[in-house]
């Protein structure tokens, strides 16, 4: 089945520490983006990207970095830089084309910072 | 700025009760209006509102959009407790090039007792 594969699941990080949370999809899909989730906020959007080796910053990029060397692949680094990481983490993908507004979502990652 | 408010921001109700969840929105070049429900992970999508007064219906549950009035519903009718979840409202804007991302509201948190 197609679909986007987050990991870890859950993962704890000390402060200072740099850690990259995966995203992979099999979907096809052009388009790929990173969106924070805190409680009561809804989703911020973080970067995205709408073609391999491009990517730009959504409205939370600063603390973050990501790369977009396939298609298929979009991961995120949290950076020491970010100042309050601990949240949830999730990734979509849509496909190509300015009609296509629906994103499919992953399961999601939950970074603490300890 | 282009914003998106829902509420309430959470709802308790008993199984059977029917919900209505508000949306309302301000953004300039309006493309569509998304709802997702979020069952502890990854959102998935309930309906694509464009059009103004076209109800969309999904079994129990159904949604509609009033441009003019720049707001949107969701309803919910006879509730099981399957249905507890955070409803995430977003909107999507016409950009120069492919849709740059969803712009999403806080959610609303409803909790189907039994």
Redesign the interface.
């Known amino acids: 089945d197609g679909g986007?594969t987050q990991s870890p699941k859950y993962l704890f990080r000390k402060e200072g520490q740099n850690v990259t949370l995966s995203c992979e999809q099999n979907l096809n899909h052009?388009?790929m983006?990173w969106?924070r989730q805190d409680p009561?906020?809804?989703?911020?959007?973080i970067y995205?990207s709408?073609i391999v080796n491009d990517f730009?910053k959504?409205d939370i990029a600063e603390g973050y970095s990501v790369s977009r060397e396939k298609k298929e692949s979009f991961p995120l680094t949290v950076t020491s830089a970010q100042k309050n990481p601990t949240a949830f983490y999730?990734c979509a993908s849509r496909t190509?084309?300015?009609g296509?507004?629906?994103?499919?979502?992953?399961?999601?990652s939950r970074l603490t910072v300890l | 700025e282009d914003k998106?408010v829902?509420s309430p921001?959470s709802l308790v109700v008993h199984e059977g009760d029917t919900v209505t969840l508000n949306c309302s929105y301000e953004v300039t070049n309006f493309?569509?209006l998304?709802w997702y429900k979020q069952e502890k992970?990854?959102?998935?999508?309930l309906f694509?509102l464009t059009s103004s007064g076209i109800e969309k219906k999904s079994g129990r549950l159904s949604s509609i959009l009033d441009k003019k009035e720049l707001f949107s519903i969701l309803n919910i009718t006879a509730t099981q407790t399957g249905d507890s979840a955070i409803y995430?409202c977003?909107f999507?804007a016409?950009?120069s090039?492919?849709?740059?991302?969803?712009t999403?509201?806080?959610?609303t948190q409803l909790t189907v007792l039994p």
């Open positions: 986007i052009d388009a983006y969106y009561g906020q809804g989703l911020r959007l995205y709408q730009q959504g999730l190509g084309g300015s296509a507004n629906v994103l499919t979502f992953g399961a999601g | 998106v829902q921001l493309r569509s998304l992970k990854a959102p998935t999508f694509m995430l977003a999507a016409i950009s090039g492919s849709a740059r991302q969803l999403f509201g806080s959610g």
